[in-house]
């Protein structure tokens, strides 16, 4: 049987999937899901998302790092936020982090069921589409978005794995061909294209453009997170 590929354009939406013989990609580019592909291939031992800033607390005491976001800003408190430059190599090498943003990670526990749950980037691109090229299952691409809205920057990474699948896999709903279609329209200026979304928007204000700059990297790292009971861990190639 060929193997199918579909979009969730947010969260709002997962019911409508059945996941669990599929493997789901989750996808936050700015900034969860770009700075946890960034802090693994960077040699993090593991990043543990939790859904709520408080079930961070209940790790205190155990020699982690603690990583708390909400609506683009670090929680007071906490060691850092969803930055990738909080994710390099001298921070993070050989440390648990566990991790906690206002979307990214929501998504991440709503995709628990799934047969393999993957974290996608533009900074994996390439790794992650070479991987899923080789397993034998449908994939859901799930995108974060923003409190459950539909978002630009996750719709068109989402269009971005579609074109490198689909000579492999049957498109079966309208939101893969809409994302890949996004995809082209913005794939030869992908900041300007982002710069049009809501979140880059707000980052910018924020002061912190440089993230959006950074997560818009295409194939930087060759990690692909994926979770392994409550823990985000390399995959094994
Ligand atoms: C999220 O999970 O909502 C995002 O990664 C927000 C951000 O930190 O930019």
Request: net charge negative.
């Amino acid at each position: 049987m060929q193997r199918k590929i579909e979009v969730c354009l947010t969260p709002a939406l997962i019911n409508l999937y059945t996941i669990t013989e599929s493997i789901v990609v989750v996808i936050d580019i700015l900034r969860a899901t770009s700075s946890i592909v960034y802090g693994i291939d960077n040699g993090a031992e593991a990043i543990i998302p939790v859904a709520q800033v408080e079930e961070c607390l209940t790790y205190a005491d155990k020699g982690f790092l603690l990583a708390a976001e909400r609506n683009g800003e670090v929680v007071a408190g906490y060691d850092f936020g969803n930055s990738p430059f909080s994710y390099t190599p001298d921070k993070v090498a050989g440390k648990t982090v566990v991790l906690t943003t206002t979307n990214g990670t929501k998504a991440l526990h709503l995709a628990r069921k799934a047969h393999q749950v993957v974290i996608g980037s533009f900074l994996n691109l390439e790794s992650l589409c070479s991987w899923l090229k080789t397993q034998d299952r449908d994939i859901l691409l799930l995108c974060a978005g923003w409190k459950d809205q539909f978002n630009l920057e996750d719709t068109i990474f989402a269009g971005a794995v579609v074109q490198q699948l689909r000579s492999s896999f049957v498109l079966s709903d309208d939101a893969s061909v809409a994302a890949e279609d996004l995809y082209i329209l913005a794939k030869d200026n992908l900041r300007a294209y982002v710069g049009k979304s809501s979140h880059s928007n707000r980052m910018v204000a924020l002061n912190i453009e440089e993230d959006v700059q950074f997560c818009l990297q295409l194939n930087i790292c060759t990690a692909i997170p994926v979770l392994v009971g409550d823990s985000l861990v390399a995959l094994k190639k």
